[in-house]
């Protein structure tokens, strides 16, 4: 055990991908020499070379293209994507290509392939830099969309992003690059894609967060609990696409009552799909409307006011509180 | 410190080698047996009566809207016929006679336009990929492809198939960029067919030519004419050798001429003239092939009956398709089928099972008021 920022986590799943899989390379802007802007993929150069770690021109389409190539060919590329915020500029690539082929092909061909990408807000930066986007990949079928909320999440779900075959887009929430140290086995750890994980038990509420969410959710439950004496049980989702309904449902089943929160704003986010998915499973041990707490249907609020956009554990609380007392 | 010029060898060749008048320049005609110059007559033949059934198949609803290549066998047949086996072919959506070619079946073709997906599925260990639609976006799959092929040190070469229009795409511009910084065995065929859809060359770049546009990346570029099957082969063959000698990529512009419509539901009378048609119609890459195959007595009796009668086998075996099973959509979506899908195919099945009836039947007519990118319905 050793305990690691999230930054090193990450470095730490790619370090040993690469080591078990001569297939795995890494492609994208300044992820070489320079070690990634936020240093995930540092010193992976010196170790393996600029061949598997590879310098690209400044183009987001191209590299999520020609790492589409290299999938069909039966590499298994981790793209980089410095900033979500630039991704629309390879979104085609991503919806058009790299989830389709699979189906195009009819099984003839598929992009074992993951596209990183850090989101979300609390880095005090411009615009493009603070968004939370998991809701446009989220809405593409053939695509599988990871949210890791902690170091030892990131670690394993990397690890499992590398070696599904499937085409995985892995958010990382860039406020939690460098937010907390958390014991990261010596061992190689994976964690199955697709399933959430209860991470506080409860009985009168279930919070559903993913990402960054998660810390506020967490302390959202515990002020709940101390406070009103309410016991959350919290849900970090970890995958978006394909969403844990199970989960979602049986939790409700048991709390029957539900708040979401995300970074993501509002109008067809990801907190509606979550809303329908547990009315459609839990719906008769609902006992009031599911809460969103999420940003406002704003493009880009600015560092000076993000504070009153990006949920925070207040706000949650407020949320929470209403829920209960329907 | 006067302005002194930093890259001066800036020069764009232009190769033909037999014209359209059927002259010859014999010290360039390429040294291909006699076997190999009747296999590529054939198959632009085949392309070109394929076409023209396809057409009318379309036409009597039996397929769908697909892209006619009618003008342009030269340029595929005489680029693709350099590949060997273990290269790669990445088309975009009208290469029908390089994939012809490459060895897909007449059958699959036609599945694929009367919308089978199957029929779309490169046949096992095919270095072929699928068709492509949306414009220039199969460049840098190409670019990949031959990056994977150098780091596993591999010796095959790419060969990627793109139009005119495409060269204003960002993601041509991006491929041949990272080709170029990459140094990755390549070959980007251009094939210039004077139209994308209804907009001209002339409005697609003030280029004076689409070859010169790999100078500012690198890479050598050369312009062909396109519709002469020696002079694409020349070139193509020049530039297979050296992607596979490690001498990086290269771009091949093929001027030619799209002698149909741009796709079945295309009308090209609205924006172009027949006087230029018949023009591109008399510099036809058949008819000159056919002239200089005449004079070295290689043209085979009976060729056209013997091409149709094959067409005709295989539109009987695409007619015998059976119909398209509804629940296989869900096949190929992922690795592992999640359960939300599985949820959704049992919905599908239990509505299936509870119309009692067979699954619908194949092939219905496209609906023209439908049209695909930048299509619009014919008015004839």
């Known amino acids: 055990m050793s305990r690691l920022t999230m930054v090193k986590a990450l470095n730490l799943a790619l370090r040993e991908e690469m080591e078990r899989d001569p297939d795995v390379l890494i492609i994208g802007e300044d992820v070489g020499v320079d ?34 190539g290299m999938a069909l060919y039966g590499l298994k590329p981790v ?95 860039k406020a939690l690059y460098h937010a907390a140290r958390e014991e990261v086995p010596e061992e190689s750890e994976a964690l199955p894609i697709g399933r959430a994980q209860v991470v506080r038990e409860g009985r009168d509420l279930t919070l559903i967060a993913w990402g960054a969410m998660v810390r506020v959710a967490r302390e959202a439950a515990e002020t709940l609990e101390q406070e009103d004496g309410a016991r959350c049980e919290v849900i970090d989702l970890l995958t978006v696409s394909p969403l844990d309904r199970e989960a979602l449902v049986a939790s409700v089943r048991k709390t029957g009552r539900a708040v979401v929160v995300h970074e993501a704003p509002r109008s067809f986010g990801p907190g509606a799909e979550i809303a329908a998915s547990i009315m459609e499973g839990a719906f008769l041990s609902l ?9 406002y249907d704003v493009s880009f609020a600015g560092f000076a006011r993000e504070r009153a956009t990006v949920p925070d554990a207040a706000r949650l609380v407020a949320a929470a509180r209403e829920t209960l007392a329907f | 410190m006067p302005r002194k010029p930093v890259e001066p060898r800036f020069s764009v060749e232009h190769l033909s080698i037999l014209d359209s008048d059927g002259n010859l320049d014999a010290a360039l005609e390429p040294d291909l047996p006699p076997e190999s110059l009747q296999a590529m007559y054939r198959a632009m033949l085949l392309a070109r009566r394929l076409d023209e059934r396809m057409v009318r198949l379309q036409r009597q609803g039996r397929v769908g809207t697909f892209a006619p290549l009618k003008g342009q066998e030269a340029s595929q047949i005489g680029s693709v016929c350099t590949l060997r086996p273990a290269d790669w072919m990445v088309p975009s959506f009208r290469e029908t006679a390089a994939m012809l070619w490459r060895g897909w079946p ?14 779309g599925r490169p046949a096992p260990g095919q270095r072929d ?26 010796d095959a070469v790419v060969m990627v198939y793109f139009g005119d229009g495409a060269t204003s795409e960002g993601d041509f511009h991006e491929a041949m960029n990272f080709a170029g910084v990459w140094h990755v065995p390549v070959v980007f065929v251009c094939q210039n067919n004077q139209w994308a859809i209804s907009v001209p060359l002339k409005k697609q770049t ?21 519709n002469d099957v020696l002079a694409v082969y020349a070139a193509s063959r020049e530039a297979v050798e050296r992607a596979r000698a490690g001498d990086g990529p290269t771009l091949i512009e093929c001027v030619t001429y799209r002698l149909s419509m741009h796709t079945t539901a295309d009308d090209p009378s609205k924006y172009r003239s ?48 059976g119909p398209a099973d509804p629940l296989a959509m869900f096949d190929h979506v992922y690795a592992e089928t999640p359960p939300h899908l599985r949820a959704q195919r049992a919905e599908l099945a239990a509505r299936l099972d509870a119309a009692g009836a067979p699954p619908p039947a194949p092939a219905a007519p496209p609906d023209p008021a439908l049209p695909m990118r930048g299509q619009r319905q014919s008015r004839r």
Not at chain 1, 93 to 122: D, K, L, T, W
Not at chain 1, 287 to 295: K, S
Not at chain 2, 106 to 119: H, K, N, P
Not at chain 2, 281 to 306: I, S
């Open chain 2, 106 to 119: 007449i059958e699959s073709l036609l599945r694929f336009f009367a919308g089978y997906l199957e029929g």
């Open chain 1, 35 to 68: 070690g990634g802007v936020f240093r995930v993929t540092d010193d992976l150069h010196r170790t393996f070379g600029g061949r598997r770690v590879i310098d690209s021109p400044l183009a987001e389409a191209a590299i999520v293209g020609t790492s589409v």
């Open chain 1, 287 to 295: 006992e009031a409307p599911i809460g969103r707490v999420t940003a």
């Open chain 2, 206 to 226: 003030h280029s004076r030519t689409i070859a010169q546009k790999a100078l500012a990346y690198g890479l050598p570029g050369i312009q062909v004419d396109g």
């Open chain 1, 79 to 173: 793209c980089e994507i410095q900033f979500s915020g630039f991704a629309f500029q390879c979104f085609h690539q991503i919806e058009n290509h790299a989830a389709r082929y699979r189906n195009r092909s009819q099984g003839r061909f598929h992009c074992q392939m993951v596209i990183r990408m850090p989101y979300g807000g609390g880095v005090r930066a411009l615009e493009h830099h603070t968004e939370s986007e998991e809701q446009f990949y989220a809405h593409i079928p053939g695509l599988k969309i990871v949210v890791p909320s902690g170091p030892r999440t990131a670690r394993a779900l990397l690890v499992s992003a590398i070696r599904d075959p499937d085409p995985v887009v892995f958010f990382e929430a």
């Open chain 2, 129 to 154: 990929l699928p068709v492509t639609i949306p414009v220039a976006t199969q460049l840098p799959h190409a670019v990949g492809l031959a990056y994977a092929a150098q780091y596993r040190g591999d």
């Open chain 2, 274 to 321: 027949e006087e230029e048609v018949r023009e591109w119609e008399r510099k036809d890459p058949l008819t000159r092939f056919a002239a200089y195959l005449g004079k070295k007595n290689l043209l085979q009796d009976g060729l056209e009956a013997e091409v149709d009668a094959e067409i005709a086998e295989a539109v009987a075996r695409f007619e015998a398709t």
